[in-house]
């Protein structure tokens, strides 16, 4: 993955063999993601690259991310229990996901037509992050097993990319550590697993 934020909007993420090439849907949708980028430095976020993707933050914390897929490309929010949405406009990511957190766009012009208002969800994010809010913690009966608690106590970016999957996705992975029956192979499930769960992705995506 790439680790130089010029790196994805000239390249692309670096997570797969379109890296680089003009079948990079960072390329194919550069210019609506440089809206994009332009839009959330004007509103004082700060740069940085994470799980190879630009990360905008404010207050130390995250705040919004950019995505680019073969269909669309999104600016998606963290901790989006907490945005009011008034016009709607924020997507679920997948039917498993329990709250909208996507703005998804399929060209720059509709980009700039919602630049006020994409300008006004990036305050209102920053607006709890400033307060320190978080949003209520959903209630879960997943049971982690050690090697996976032992992997993400040790891994910060591991823990925060599996705090962002989806309920659904993090019991793939619970599912598929937890039927090991030794303990090193519950390490090494944990380890090979750690390239999807920094994308997003359930034990049984590609």
């Known amino acids: 993955m790439i680790t130089i934020i010029e790196d994805y909007f000239d390249k692309g993420c670096g997570r797969c063999d379109r890296f680089d090439t003009p079948d990079c849907s960072a390329r194919r949708w550069a210019d609506g993601l440089s809206e994009l980028r332009r839009i959330c430095l004007q509103s004082g976020l700060e740069e940085a690259v994470k799980w190879g993707h630009p990360c905008y933050m404010h207050a130390e914390r995250n705040i919004a991310i950019l995505g680019a897929f073969r269909s669309e490309f999104r600016l998606s929010f963290f901790r989006a229990a907490l945005m009011k949405d008034p016009q709607g406009l924020l997507e679920k990511p997948g039917p498993n996901t329990a ?78 550590v937890s039927a090991a029956k030794k303990e090193a192979t519950r390490v090494a499930r944990v380890a090979k697993a750690r390239p999807k769960i920094l994308a997003g992705k359930g034990n049984n995506e590609r």
Do not use: C
């Open 99 to 176: 709250h909208a957190e996507s703005l998804r766009f399929t060209d720059a012009k509709r980009v700039l037509e919602l630049e006020p208002t994409i300008h006004a969800y990036l305050r209102e994010a920053m607006d709890y992050a400033e307060a320190g809010i978080d949003p209520p913690k959903a209630k879960s009966n997943l049971v982690l097993p050690d090697a996976l608690v032992d992997a993400l106590t040790a891994d910060p970016e591991l823990a925060e990319a599996f705090e962002r999957l989806t309920p659904g996705r993090k019991k793939s992975y619970v599912l598929h």
